[in-house]
């Protein structure tokens, strides 16, 4: 029997509401990091065809820049669609406890609803779009960038 090799896939794109403000710090090495736990819902019709909803809780965690802008922009009850992809990790609690979580490490977040402080583009980048940051990008020049094109029709109406 031939050896089966499973493509290395690891991606996540969900969107949600932020259910308290972000938990910034810098590490002991001083790198930025950015924790907060989203509320995903999930729509769906029962047996009866009635609407039901779902909510889904998932934890967050920016680095650097990304980490930086999330502390700006962020607070509680901000919408975001995040794009990373899922890691664990375990720690021991003072108690000798050992504690695992799963979470989604971010590559990019778009804000929604982002106010800016400072007052520049009002949240939106040069050409009238929400901005959206990328872990890896260094200006804030972006094209066409929204999430709403990847949406059914039927998805569309439920956010109207």
């Known amino acids: 029997m031939a050896d089966l090799k499973m493509p290395e896939v690891n991606y996540v794109l969900i ?17 930025p990091v950015c924790n907060f736990v989203i509320a995903s819902n999930r729509k769906y019709r029962d047996g009866n065809n009635n609407w039901l909803e779902d909510v889904c809780f998932v934890g ?12 700006e922009n962020l ?14 990790r375990s720690w ?3 108690q000798g406890f050992i504690k695992h979580v799963v979470e989604v490490k971010a590559r990019r977040i778009q804000f929604l609803n982002i106010k800016r402080l400072n007052g520049s583009n ?9 901005e959206s940051v990328f ?4 200006n804030n020049d972006y094209l066409e ?13 439920l956010l109207k």
């Not at 949240?123 to 779009?129: A, L, T, V």
């Open 60 to 71: 967050i965690v920016a680095w650097n820049k990304l980490a930086e802008s999330c502390r």
């Open 92 to 94: 021991k609690t003072e």
């Open 122 to 130: 009002n949240g939106h980048d040069n050409y009238g779009n929400e």
């Open 15 to 31: 969107s949600g509401n932020l259910t308290r403000d972000p938990m910034y710090r810098q590490t002991a090495s001083s790198t």
């Open 145 to 157: 960038d929204s999430f709403d094109k990847f949406l059914s029709n039927e998805e569309s109406d």
């Open 75 to 88: 607070k509680k009850g901000s919408a975001v669609v995040v794009d990373g992809e899922l890691q664990s």
């Open 135 to 138: 872990a890896d990008d260094e």
